[in-house]
């Protein structure tokens, strides 16, 4: 699942958030990997999404 909302966000402690943008960067990583071979993605948003959600969190973990 690469979307994460602001209100889960919030609702995360810091560790969890550096939890999930470690997972959310590993995830780009392997979309990254497929659209660079050549191959489609499983999913065609997912590559936006995910870096939508990396983005919301690091703003989130900026402000606080």
Same mark, same amino acid.
Request: aromatic share 4%.
């Given at each position: 699942?690469?979307?994460?909302?602001? &209100?889960? *966000? /919030?609702a995360m402690?810091?560790? !969890? &958030?550096?939890?999930?943008?470690?997972?959310?960067?590993?995830?780009?990583?392997?979309? %990254?990997?497929?659209k660079s071979? =050549? =191959?489609?993605? !499983? $999913? *065609? =948003? /997912?590559? #936006? !999404?995910? &870096? %939508? $959600? *990396?983005? %919301?969190? #690091?703003t989130h973990?900026? @402000? @606080?």
């Open positions: 699942m690469s979307y994460v909302s602001n &209100r889960e *966000i /919030a402690s810091a560790e !969890a &958030r550096d939890a999930r943008l470690l997972e959310l960067q590993e995830e780009l990583l392997q979309l %990254r990997a497929e071979l =050549g =191959g489609t993605p !499983a $999913s *065609i =948003g /997912a590559y #936006k !999404a995910t &870096r %939508r $959600s *990396i983005a %919301r969190l #690091k973990m900026n @402000n @606080n």
